[in-house]
């Protein structure tokens, strides 16, 4: 089944708020008004109340009530805001998919966005943008998402073997002729998505293959062996030694403050519950 047929196979697609995609083009514009994210925001009452939530929320609670979309962007501050809705609608995009562990998946997404984050904002690369990389790691294995959708009983069996150590992206071209990453940057695409995000999910398990380089991309990659390779048992420091010198390199990383970020990432709670009805 070619990539294309996946999409027509799928009947109905997964959908995003506009706007989430709205907020999304925003993320290169620095030039875009707090007022304009504010009125952006409360066009949606649905995501409008699930920031507040969070905003209120213990793990960012800041000591005052927050009940109005221009208080949370006062208080918690313009990316922070922005971060939240988006990730909001992401989580409540995807609701039951067959065989796809929902508060798993979302943790590993939310573990990864906040990672390639946190490696971002350690490079010494200019104009690079946070919060995108922020939104690249958590789109990072949407696109399986997808193919749960069109292929769950192979996708299972991938699962079970990716579980036991079995390389997916390998398993995914073998049986379909691509792989989540493709999957996940032609949906990108389909959501009119900007082309920096699209591009890095196609290259997030390749980053040395993109012409141009894509930092995002290699964030990603990062970020995603960092989380598997401490979630299956390794010490965060001996994980973080691992990260591969070809891949951090062009990133032009501050390897101090990174790894001192990274630890106190790694030991704090989750915020999956602020997301997940």
């Known amino acids: 089944m070619s990539l294309n047929s996946l999409f027509e196979h799928i009947h109905q697609l997964p959908s995003v708020p506009a706007v989430v995609t709205e907020l999304i083009a925003s993320l290169d514009n620095d030039r875009i008004s707090v007022h304009r994210v504010s009125t952006t925001i409360r066009k949606d009452p649905s995501l409008s109340l699930k920031l507040l939530r969070s905003a209120n929320s213990v793990r960012y609670g800041v000591g005052r009530n927050v009940a109005t979309i221009d208080d949370a962007l006062l208080l918690l501050g313009f990316d922070r805001v922005r971060t939240l809705v988006i990730a909001s609608g992401m989580v409540g995009m995807l609701k039951e998919v067959p065989g796809l562990d929902r508060q798993a998946f979302w943790r590993e997404s939310f573990m990864v966005a906040n990672l390639s984050r946190t ?41 079970v073997l990716v579980a036991q150590g079995a390389p997916r992206a390998e398993l995914e071209a073998n049986q379909f002729g691509y792989t989540f990453s493709e999957v996940g940057a032609e949906l990108g695409r389909r959501w009119r998505f900007p082309e920096t995000i699209c591009h890095a999910l196609t290259y997030q398990g390749k980053p040395l293959a993109s012409v141009p380089f894509s930092p995002y991309a290699a964030a990603v990659h990062l970020a995603i062996g960092l989380y598997h390779n401490i979630a299956s048992g390794r010490r965060e420091e001996h994980a973080l030694g691992e990260m591969p010198r070809e891949i951090r390199r062009p990133l032009a990383l501050d390897l101090l403050s990174l790894y001192e970020d990274i630890l106190q990432i790694m030991r704090t709670d989750d915020e999956l519950g602020v997301f997940l009805d």
């Open 119 to 159: 490696i971002v904002r350690h490079s010494q690369l200019a104009d690079l943008a946070p919060e995108t990389a922020f939104t690249c790691g958590i789109l990072h294995h949407v696109g399986s998402a997808l193919m749960h959708i069109g292929h769950p009983d192979t996708m299972q069996r991938i699962d």
